[in-house]
Every structure is written in C-alpha cells, then in structure tokens.
C-alpha cells in the first residue's frame, strides 16, 4: 500500500468496507439442515456487523473535526494509466455516515430476527453486501469507485426488495432499479466527461478543478437525473413509496436510513463543490422541488391508509428540506441539511422498525386496522411516542436541530422560501400526530389486538440505541456538528471565492 | 514493402491446422467413439496455440498478406478462450442429444483457424480467405445435430444467407481493387491519406464490405438470421457463434477500417454510428417480448454488438481500446451464460422457455448465483465486468463528442437490464419448478471460470486494460 497524505497507516476504512464479505464468505460455506444454517447465518451476520461497527467507532473517536479535508486516507494503483486509483478517505461530511451505516446494518439484522425465515442465508449476505457498498460509496474518494459502489446498492437492493418483499414485490423492486439505474447512468455519463476533461477522478483534486460555465450547466443537469431519485425529490419520488411498503421491514429501515441520503450526500459532494456557478444558477429550481416536496407529499401524507406509505411520504418530505438546506450555500443551512439527514437516518428508520413491530404481530399495515394499542402496550406506546415526536421536529429530539437550522439558512436567503419551508414542520404535527392518535389511542375494538404482546427483550434493544441517540443529537447536537462544523465552513468559503471569481472574470471580460 | 515470407510467423495457424487434421485421423482409426479423447486433445490443441501465439514474435509475412502484431494476439488468445471454452460445454450435450461425434472439435478448430486468420489479415484477400474458412465449418456445426428439423433449418438458413454476405464482401472488395488497384491494406491505406482522393467506387466498396462485416457480426440491419440460428443452432454451438466468431469479425472489422480506410474515416463513421445505434435499440426492445432464452441471447448478443461499435465510431484509440475490453468482457459472461442455458435439462430434455428457470434459486442456489451474476454484467451493473466494458466504449464517445451516440448507448442499456432482471426475477421471486438434473463438472467448471471473470475482472483491471492499450495504440502506430 503507498500511504499517502496524512494516512494512518491502519487501512481502516478499507476494513470496513470489505470486512462484511468475510462474513459472506463464512455464511456461504455453513453446511448442515436448513435450520442450522438460518441459526448460523443468523449469528455470522449480527457478529460480522457488530465487530465492524466496533470497528467504525475507531472513526468517531480518531478523526480530527478541525481538519476539514480528508481523512484515514488510503491509496492503491488501481489504473494509474488512467488517473483512476482504489482512494478512500473520509471528511466531515461523510464520517457520520459511515457510522450511521455499520450502526443500521446490525439493528437490521436483529429486526429481521425473526420476521425473516425463509431463506435466511440468501438475506443475511444481502444484507452484508449491502453494508459493503454503502460504506464504501461514503469513504470512496475517487469518483469511479464512488460510482460502483453508487450503483453497486442496487443490486442486493434489488433483491432484497424482489425475494422478501409484500405481494406487490415485483413492481416494485423493478420499479426501484430503472428508475434508480436510469438516473444514474445520466451520471455515468458526466463522470466520464470529468473524467476525460480533468484527467484524474480523484475527488479532492476535483473539488477544487474549475469547469468551464456551459459544461457545469450539462454536467449539474446529469448529476441532477441521479441524485434527485435517489433523494427522492417531487417528481421523480414515485418509485420510494411503492418500494417502502414492499420492502421487509429491514429494507425500509436501511432505505430509509441510509439509502435515501446518497442523493442529498452527492449534492454535497459533487454538485456543490464542483459545480459551483451551476448550483447557484439552479438553486431556485431546487428551492422550487424542495418546497414542492415539502408541501405536496405532507399532504399526501395526511390521505395514507398504509402506516409505511405515510412514513415513505414523510421521508420525502423531510428530504426536500435537506435540499432546501443544501442550496442555501450557507454554513447554517448546510450544517442544518447534514444534521436533517442524520436525524432522519435515526428516526425514520425508528418509525418503520416500530410499523414492523406490529406488522410482525397482526401482518398488516392497514392504519384502520390498529387503534388502542396503549392500553396493551405501554412500552410501544412511549417509544413510537419519542419517535412521532423526533420527526415532527419537537424541541430536544433530533429532529428539532435539523430543520431549525435549515430554516435559518433559508431565511437569510429568502423570507418565503423560510415560511414555505417550515411549512413542512406544521404539516409533518399533522400527519404524525394524526397516525400516533390512530394507533395508539382510542379504545381496542378488535379481539386480536387485545392478544398483542408488548416489547420484546429483543425489540427493546433494538430500540434502546436509537431512542439514545434521538435524545442525544435532540439535547447536546454539537457532539455531531462538531465533526462536520470545520469541513462545512471551508466547503462554503470556496463556494462563494468559486463565485466571486466567476462573477470577477464576467466583470472584468 | 517488405517481401519476405516469413512463414513462422503464422506457426499457431499452421500448429492448429495440423491438429485439427492429426485429430480427425486419429478419430476416424479409433474403433470406440472417441469423442471424449478428440474433445481432449482439440482442447491441448487450443492450449498449445495459445503459447505460441503468446511466444511468437511480431511482424509481417507473407509478402504481406499476413499480419503478427499485438492486437492479432490479443485478439486470437481471446478467440481461443471462446473456441476452447465452447469445446468444453459440447462434451455432455452432445451426448444427450446423441450427436456425440468426433467431428464436433475437429470443426471447432478449422473454424477457430480461420477466426486466427481472421485477426491476422492485412490483405483484402486473406480477409476473405480467414472468413470463408470460418463461416463453413461454422454451416456445418449449426447442422450438426441432422436429425433435428430446427438445426438442419439453422443450417440453411445461415448458410444461404451468410453465402449472400460473402457476395457482398467479395463485390465489395472488388470494388475496392478496382478503384484504388490494390488489395493490400498499407498500400490502401497510403492511396487514401489525402482526403478527398477516394473514388466514390472505392467508398461504394467500403460500404458492401462493411455490409457483409455486419452480417457476420450480427449487427442490425444484417441481423435477421441471428435468433432463427441461434435457437435452432445445438446450444453449445450457439455459444460458440455468439463467442469466437463475434470476436475475429470485430477484429476484422477494426483492423480493415482502421488500417486501410482510416483516410475515408468519415466517410464510414457515420455508418457505424448508424449500426450502432440502430442493433442497440433493437437488441434491447426485441428482447422483451422473447420466451426462448436462446431467442433472448441472440437478441442480447446483437444489443452487445452495438454497444461494441460504440467504441468504433470515434476512430480514436481509445474507441479500439474499449472494443477490445468490451470483448474479453462479453466473451465470458457470454460463455458462462450459455453454460447454464445448458445445464437446463429435465429428465434428459433440454429446456430452452425462460420459465423453465422458475425458483432456480431454491433448487439450485449456485446456477442461480452464477446466472444473476451474468445477468447483472450484460446489464452493465459494476463492479461487474460488463460495466467495464460499456465505461471504456462510452468513454472514447465522450471524449470524441459522440453525445447522441453515449446518450442512446445508456438509454438502451436501461431498456435492456429490464430483461436481463426478469430472468432473475424468474429465478429468484418466483415460485420453484422441478429441480433440473444434476449438472455435470464441465459446465461448472465453465460457469464458474465465466463468473469468476465477471466477478473479479474489478480488482485487478489495470493487466487486461493495460494489453488492451498499448495493442490498440500499436495498430494506429
């Protein structure tokens, strides 16, 4: 290995990339009846992703938060004729999420415990590729390997989605994948063209190469095909409801968590730093589908009879604030569309773990279907409680932190552009408040519902660490921001010298 | 010109010849079927080739008939990978089918000499001569099973229609003798380095040769036989016409338009631009109406070809560079998946309905692996090695300003992972049909070399790519 720049000499994040494929390795080679090999697997799967997420705290606790360029970089010819290398590193901005990854993947594992028992095996290495490629889509610092990490997701994705899924599993997980390939592939595209116009893929070189105006314009409008499914934004989000519902509910859990902010993730990264004058010149089309988001799909929200399809629409909505956020171009906004994700990450990924609580018990997700629960379970009823309140954006929860200083950003730039975007904060009361009342209150009308158990010792571990860390980020946030605070700064003061050279060079021309 | 003989140089050939004859004779004095020994031996035969192609030296022989550089190498040992790899999925089909006969390597091989000849052309003659050597065996191993209505029709058919497309390639090249007076490539290419000079003849005989290319290869609007062929054609013999054959004609058609009509570079682009476009859109739209998974793969096989013509149409080295990866790419998903297609037999009956492979992921976990790998690659699915492939091509469109053409290319490449998702869909959401019979070590030993290409062909790219570079830069050179 040729260290390079500040590299710990450790490879830790390559280790944690590819460390879920040993365990791949060793659950495909169990041999025995079916029941051994879903126990092993079972076991293979929690212990590789926990060992790993052990690992990924080496991050947390090594990573220097007032250095805002990479990290724990590494570096391996890969095709050097090529300016293409194996480059992994991570900054502010993509630490948490490679934390908020190997933090998912074991929870996943351990809600699907007991709700998977058909072809365990099959599920739990999808699940370990999956942790592969969404932890090296984060660290990648070279823009092919991000890309094939990108779309790497979709395949065990796909198949999560298509084997485990609801009954309308087929369309959907197709659905899922040409949208998300066709968006992507646009992108394919523009990398090439960076590709060949700046002769290296390197990320950090890319940052701070300059595009020439016109081709920004191109290169922001392919970026955008990809990113904007993946985020999803209003219109190209149709295909996220369908693939929540269908989705087990560990899918929707790593969907929800971390899939959903590769796109807001790509704007940080590539959009915005490299494409400087083209963000600026799109940013109101963006404000326009971020509001758009906002209001349209927390409506929609308010109309669902399914609890994962209110919850897939409320995602979307908060992600058209993460957007919103993003092309601020201030550090508040930013730092606030960051935090949005992360909090989302945690909550929303709480709030389908909690709709597969009772989706395990009653094998529906019908909202009429429910009503009363409090009376029969108390510890649900406190825990989706904590939750309802965290995506509302309650003061002291995670969800607060993010879409206040969302909000600020956005009214520094625009008065309305604030008032539409807080918009989503009353609507969001609505809708939750209206689905906890639903489920939670009243009184049992049905039998069945009075057979419900409450938590398990195994759902309340599930829930023990996210209802930490909601309250956590909710009454201490800087502990997180701290660790994007110096990278975001630095991010923003490039953006703006990036303009005012523009603006200097139209001048002076 | 140089006017040396230099026979050595064409030593694989003449070695792969000479086995092939040795083969026959031995054969036809073994009392007992000896097909499993002449499979053997054609394969050492291919091997043996292989190092000395890999040994042998460059330059021009013949009095310049004949051509030894690193792009014929690397070419040829490609071609042997497919011939070799398609030897190997004949031994159990053909004895289930009863045509087990010894005569099956001996064509194998004749025809694998004239794909060699092929790589090696730099005459319009020999051009000629690699591809009819080529083509006949090729009409008679679609033929093979003669029992069979649909495999002697395949064999018409291919024979009739690929005789026509010799025509047009003779008529082509005469064309071009007669225009430029001469048939050798670096003459030709020296008659046409002043824009401008081509005779409207000659550019009229560089499009009936790329006519009949285009038939050989398969790409729209010459592609009619192609699914007829390949479902009627025994199904390893479709592997190896979807393998081998593929990868001497693209390397023909490289080398000709390259070499000898780089001057009217314009003049031709634009109809490869034009093929390209039009086998990628019909290779993926024609696909999903297909029940036949052999139908499917002819139609598969055409939308590959297009996407391989990408990289042509630039005329940059880049362009020759990502055709020839595209090709080792192709070469052994597309020999993986045909072992596959083979092991579907139940009961002793081959099975060809994509259908057929209902819930193969419960009754055979590792086919279904194995399979879902291949389909992801056509896809273009990195890290895949079909998604090397189609970066390369697009790349050199790129960097050369063919937008539309990259435009369409990844268009179609959604269109077409649309089919290749339904057979995992079958394989993997749908409800199990009856095991298939166990399948024998010589189709796994193909599957898995396939997919361990596909599969790993990402860690270390930079060998193949690096061939791939310094092969296409020595043909402009």
């Known amino acids: ?509 | 010109m140089i006017a040396a003989m230099n026979w050595s140089l064409a030593l694989p050939e003449i070695v792969l010849a000479c086995c092939a004859m040795g083969i026959l004779i031995f054969g036809v004095l073994q009392k007992a079927n000896a097909t499993f020994a002449c499979t053997m031996l054609a394969v050492g035969a291919l091997v043996l080739t292989g190092a000395l192609v890999l040994s042998g030296a460059s330059g021009s022989g013949y009095r310049g008939l004949f051509v030894v550089d690193p792009f014929a190498d690397f070419m040829k040992l490609l071609v042997l990978v497919g011939a070799g790899l398609s030897v190997v999925l004949a031994l159990d089909y053909n004895v289930h089918e009863g045509i087990s006969k010894f005569e099956f390597p001996v064509l194998v091989l004749l025809s694998t000499v004239g794909m060699m000849i092929m790589c090696s052309t730099a005459n319009l003659m020999t051009l000629y001569l690699g591809l009819e050597l080529q083509s006949l065996a090729l009409y008679v191993l679609c033929a093979f099973n003669r029992d069979d209505m649909r495999s002697s029709e395949s064999g018409l058919k291919f024979f009739i229609l690929g005789a026509l497309a010799s025509g047009l390639l003779l008529y082509g090249i005469s064309l071009a003798y007669g225009f430029a007076g001469t048939m050798d490539f670096g003459e030709l290419a020296r008659a046409l380095t002043f824009p401008g000079t081509a005779s409207p003849g000659l550019i009229v005989g560089v499009v009936f040769i790329i006519a009949g290319l285009s038939f050989k290869l398969s790409a729209v609007p010459f592609h009619m036989w192609t699914p007829d062929v390949y479902e009627g054609a025994p199904t390893p013999v479709t592997a190896f016409m979807s393998t081998a054959p593929k990868v001497a004609a693209i390397a023909l058609l490289l080398r000709a338009l390259e070499v000898p009509f780089h001057g009217i570079f314009q003049q031709w682009s634009g109809l490869i631009v034009l093929v390209s476009i039009a086998s990628m859109l019909l290779g993926s739209l024609a696909a999903i109406g297909q029940r036949n998974i052999k139908r499917l793969m002819a139609y598969s096989s055409i939308g590959h070809i297009g996407y391989a013509l990408v990289g042509l149409a630039p005329g940059s080295q880049e362009g020759i560079r990502g055709v020839m990866i595209y090709m080792v790419t192709y070469v052994f998903m597309s020999a993986g998946v045909f072992a596959v297609l083979i092991a579907m037999r139940r009961r002793g009956r081959a099975l060809e309905q994509i259908s057929d492979l209902s819930g193969l992921s419960t009754t055979d976990p590792g086919l279904a692996l194995i399979m879902t790998i291949f389909m992801f690659s056509m896809a273009g699915i990195p890290p895949f090695s079909g998604f090397f492939g189609k970066l390369y091509v697009f790349r050199a469109a790129v960097d050369s300003g063919y937008w539309t053409l990259a435009v369409i290319g990844v268009l179609t490449s959604v269109i077409g992972a649309f089919y290749y998702l339904r057979i995992i869909k079958v394989m993997y959401f749908d409800a199990a049909e009856p095991a298939f019979d166990p399948r024998t070590t010589s189709l796994t030993f193909v599957g898995a070399v396939g997919a361990l290409v596909t599969t790993f062909f990402f860690v270390i790219p930079a060998p193949i790519v690096g061939a791939a570079q310094s092969a296409a830069h020595l043909l402009f050179g």
């Open chain 1, 1 to 509: 290995m040729n260290a390079a720049g500040n590299a710990a000499g450790f490879p830790i994040l390559s280790l944690l990339t590819w460390l879920p494929l040993v365990g791949v390795v060793f659950i495909m080679t169990v041999r025995g009846s079916e029941e051994v090999v879903a126990r092993n697997a079972r076991f293979a799967a929690l212990w590789t992703s926990l060992i790993i997420f052990l690992l990924s705290l080496k991050l947390w606790f090594g990573f220097d938060p007032a250095e805002p360029g990479f990290q724990f970089q590494e570096h391996l010819t890969w095709l050097p004729d090529f300016g293409v290398d194996y480059r992994m590193g991570v900054d502010g901005i993509s630490v948490l999420f490679v934390l908020l990854s190997t933090a998912l993947t074991p929870i996943c594992i351990l809600a699907s415990w007991e709700s998977v028992q058909t072809r365990v095996r099959e599920y739990m290495i999808a699940f370990l590729v999956l942790e592969t490629m969404m932890v090296g889509m984060f660290s990648a610092q070279d823009f092919i390997i991000f890309y094939m990490f990108f779309e790497g997701v979709l395949i065990p994705m796909f198949l999560i989605i298509g084997v485990w899924g609801g009954t309308r599993r087929v369309y959907a997980s197709f659905k899922f994948f040409l949208y998300t390939l066709l968006g992507s592939i646009l992108m394919l595209l523009a990398v090439l063209a960076v590709w060949y116009a700046a002769g290296t893929t390197d990320i950090a070189v890319l940052m701070t190469a300059q595009f020439p105006a016109r081709m920004q314009f191109w290169l922001f409008l392919a970026f955008l095909a990809s990113f904007a499914v993946k985020v999803p934004m209003w219109p190209v989000h149709t295909w996220l409801p369908d693939a929540h519902v269908e989705a087990p509910t560990a899918g929707s859990v790593i969907l929800a968590g971390v899939l959903l902010k590769m796109g807001a993730y790509g704007f940080l990264r590539f959009s915005l730093p490299m494409l400087p004058q083209a963000s600026a010149q799109f940013a109101p089309l963006m404000f326009a589908l971020g509001v758009i988001a906002v209001i349209y799909t927390s409506l929609v929200a308010l109309a669902q009879t399914d609890m994962k399809k209110l919850i897939a629409y409320s995602s979307v909505a908060h992600m058209g604030v993460v957007v919103i956020g993003i092309f601020t171009f201030n550090a508040q906004g930013i730092e606030g569309a960051l935090f949005q994700m992360l909090s989302h990450g945690i909550v929303s990924a709480a709030l389908f773990l909690c709709v597969g609580v009772v989706y395990d018990r009653m094998h529906t997700r019908e909202i009429a279907r429910y009503g009363g629960l409090a009376q029969r379970m108390p510890a649900y009823a406190v825990v989706f409680m904590l939750f309802t309140m965290a995506t509302i954006g309650l003061p002291g929860t995670a969800g607060f932190v993010g879409e206040f200083l969302v909000l600020v950003g956005a009214f520094q730039v625009n008065f309305w552009l604030a008032l539409l975007g807080s918009m989503g904060m009353i609507l969001g009361a609505g809708y939750s408040l209206y689905l906890y009342r639903r489920i939670i209150f009243g009184s049992i009308t049905r039998d069945d519902l009075r057979q419900m158990l409450d938590l398990s010792p195994r759902e309340i571990a599930i829930f023990a660490p996210l209802v930490l860390l909601t309250l956590w980020m909710g009454i201490y946030p800087s502990s997180f921001t701290g660790f994007f605070d110096a990278t975001v700064h630095a991010m923003v003061e490039q953006h703006a010298a990036a303009l005012h050279a523009h603006d200097f060079a139209s001048v002076t021309r």
